[in-house]
């Protein structure tokens, strides 16, 4: 019967291919890892100027409890529904505010619109109709650039909410 041959540490010897070879492939899963994290890179929340101020507001805390919405906001139940895009434009996290979201669209130049309790916000560019968010109950408010550069909170508009809470009527084919 013939030998076997067994490993041994002893038998691999070092040499500068095979010791450039393992450099080379770690470096290189190391930068293909990197690249993968650029989603991970931190995202800094827009701060904006609101010209109101009330004493208690969102994101606040009231008897150790966390307030979710606050004066000029609507609230509404979403049920399962998905938040959406009601214009293609940007998605930024707010500065401050319990889960809160700013939508702000060319379409409507001067007004920012803010979404609160909004949970696994799509940040960045969105078209019409994308999912921007999710939650249980989310509360909307409308606000509007002042002259000084300040924001107000204004009525909301029933349109602009509408659109949030509606799937997109599919393209008809011909």
Not at 106 to 120: D, I, M, S, T
Not at 149 to 163: F, H, K, M, N
């Amino acid at each position: 019967m013939g030998e076997r041959s067994h490993y041994s540490p002893s038998a691999v010897r070092w040499s500068p291919q095979f010791h450039l070879g393992w450099w080379f492939w770690g470096l290189l899963g190391l930068l293909v890892g990197l690249g993968g994290c650029r989603d991970l890179l931190p995202v800094v929340p827009r701060q904006i100027v609101l010209k109101q101020t009330w004493e208690i507001e969102s994101g606040d805390r009231v008897a150790g409890q966390v307030v979710t919405g606050g004066l000029g906001d609507i609230s509404v139940q979403l049920r399962g529904i998905r938040l959406r895009a009601p214009f293609s434009g940007q998605v930024e996290l707010a500065s401050q505010g319990f889960h809160c979201i700013y939508f702000s669209t060319p379409e409507v130049p001067a007004y920012l619109f803010r979404y609160c309790g909004v949970r696994q916000p799509r940040l960045g560019s969105v078209e019409a109709g994308a999912v921007i968010g999710r939650g249980q109950i989310i509360h909307f408010a409308t606000l509007r650039r002042q002259p000084d550069g300040a924001w107000a909170i204004v009525e909301p508009s029933d349109r602009v909410l509408e659109q949030s809470l509606n799937q997109p009527s599919p393209a008809l084919r011909f």
